[in-house]
């Protein structure tokens, strides 16, 4: 693992910052496809047709009172799954010695 | 641009699960193997920051945000194969965990702001930088690839609303794709942004086969 240490340690922390306390600024305008969808009114083709029910809808751990620290944690847990997911898949198919 | 369920028609999703689920299997395939110890870093890290990524909404234009997508950002470093698996397990953490995304609509959106970028996107910045040499063809085609991987995801999104007869691909495809051409000058800008840094830092990381 030649790319361990300095560089892997440096691009977690990124992401993390990046997930977890930038998150927080992220702009909670519609996106271009609801924008769209908001101006020509198909918005409520999407109401109450949602197959899941996610556990942590719209980035922000569900029962925790103050907003920041919901959409904080969501970030975080996010990061994690996504490194579990990756290394997961890529133990599986890496190169066998 | 998450496309939730409800806006697409069976047909539609179906066929496009159909499609992705296919384009991954040979990712999948075309990777085992391959992959090597230094790639599966890189992987997880580049995995991290394109979903951190995809939370900063910035604002555009009107009301109206969006966020970069990453598909031709991991294609540049590991590959159009590898970086399709990467995309497509990224859209369905959003849509399983966060309710980013419809569950019906995620080969959808997989091929939209994913497998566009991963493979089509990687081939345009291929393209450029055969004909342009040397970093400077690396930087000048990723920023390319990276604003027509959004407008076509954009253009997609579009005719698969009007397939699914939610939204006339008149109106639909020039509103879309207006939005996602500002979207993608940021999409672009963050792209040779992370690669310009890398190339200063660690160029090395570029430099690994892709898959």
Redesign the interface.
């Known amino acids: ?4 240490g300095k ?2 340690v440096t ?2 922390i ?3 910052s ?2 977890c306390v ?2 927080l600024f ?8 609801e ?3 908001e ?2 009114g ?1 918005a409520e ?3 109450g ?11 922000a751990v569900p029962g925790i009172e103050n907003e920041n620290l919901a959409t904080s944690l ?2 975080l ?3 994690l ?3 579990g ?3 997961g ?3 599986v ?4 010695r | ?7 697409l028609s069976v047909e539609v999703w179906a066929s496009l699960w159909v499609v992705a689920i296919l384009i991954l299997v040979v990712a ?1 395939w075309r ?19 394109i ?3 995809q ?6 234009a ?6 970069m997508l990453g598909g031709v950002l991991i294609a540049v470093f590991v590959g159009p194969m590898a970086g399709s ?2 995309m497509g ?2 859209f ?2 959003q ?6 995304g ?3 609509t995620m080969g959808a959106n997989i091929i939209n702001m994913g497998l566009i970028g991963t493979i089509l996107g990687y081939f345009i910045y291929q393209s450029v930088k055969k004909a342009v040499k040397g970093d400077r063809g690396m930087i000048i085609g990723a920023g390319v690839a990276a604003w027509i991987a959004v407008v076509l995801a ?1 253009a997609a ?1 579009a005719f698969e ?1 009007a397939a699914s007869g ?2 006339p691909l008149g ?2 495809l020039p ?2 794709v207006g ?2 051409a500002i ?1 993608g000058v940021v999409e672009a800008a963050i792209t040779i942004a992370v690669i310009k840094s890398v190339l200063k ?2 160029a090395d ?1 570029l430099k690994l086969p892709k898959i």
């Open positions: 693992m030649e790319l361990k560089w892997l691009g977690l990124i992401a993390i990046m997930a930038l998150s992220a702009s909670s305008d519609p996106d271009g496809l924008r769209v969808a101006d020509q198909f083709k999407a109401e047709q949602e197959a899941i029910h996610s556990p942590i809808p719209d980035y969501a970030g847990i996010g990061v799954i996504m490194l997911v990756t290394f898949w890529a133990k198919l890496k190169e066998k | 641009m998450h496309i939730p369920d409800g806006f999948v990777t085992n193997k391959k992959l090597g110890d230094r790639h599966v870093p890189l992987l997880g890290v580049l995995a991290a920051f979903f951190a990524a939370m900063l909404n910035v604002p555009v009107g009301g109206t945000s969006g966020h698996i990467v397990s990224i369905g953490v849509a399983v965990f966060f309710q980013d419809g569950i019906t954009s999104c609303l939610t939204s109106i639909a509103a879309m939005i996602h979207i830092t660690r990381l």
